[in-house]
């Protein structure tokens, strides 16, 4: 279904194009959904997220609206494994990644990632080479592997068009938020290098 929208004096209407979602994510048929069982999670006395119930399927994009403080960065941290590993909280529920707790998968694994609002704030190296590779060289992966994330990275949207020798800091803000995205998709395991049948899934906040 599409969504319409109106702005005098021109209409115009939005139409999902899943298509172009599989050609960015890279997400296959057959990968496993992020399901959210009944979870609940708090600070303190501070109930953030109470009984949440959600399933994302490969290939779909999901925006989250709500006022500040209703629990949308919480509810991020939480898919991020943030929460509880590295931020103190309470949680409840199941939270699965094609089928697998996530509390059960080793710290690290790459099964998201994050892009922030603000990616300016979020890139730390001179070149689009040494971004692409930061994240993954403190994963500890190999040269080879980091190599081959690298060219993939850049071989498809939204790296496709990036110099891997082109300093950050001359790049446009739309090629740097292109190579943001990029970092965090090959952050992400692909089908060859882990026993999850999901692909990249990235995770976008404020």
Partial sequence: ???QTCAL???RAIIPRPDLVVRVL???ADAGA???EQVALSFGGVHAIDGLDLEIRPGQVHGLIGPNGSGKTTLALALLGAIPSLVSAERRGDVRWAGLDDRKLAT???IAASVLQDTDAQLVALTVEDELAFALENRGLLPTDIDRRIDAALARPPGAGLDRRARTLTLSGG???RLALAAALA???D???TRLKSSHRCISYA
């Fill in 1 to 3: 279904t599409g969504v």
């Fill in 9 to 11: 004096p021109i209409c």
């Fill in 26 to 28: 890279g997400a296959p």
């Fill in 34 to 36: 992020l399901t959210l």
């Fill in 108 to 110: 690290g694994t790459g």
């Fill in 175 to 177: 090629w740097r938020q």
């Fill in 187 to 189: 952050e992400t395991p």
């Fill in 191 to 193: 089908r060859k290098s």
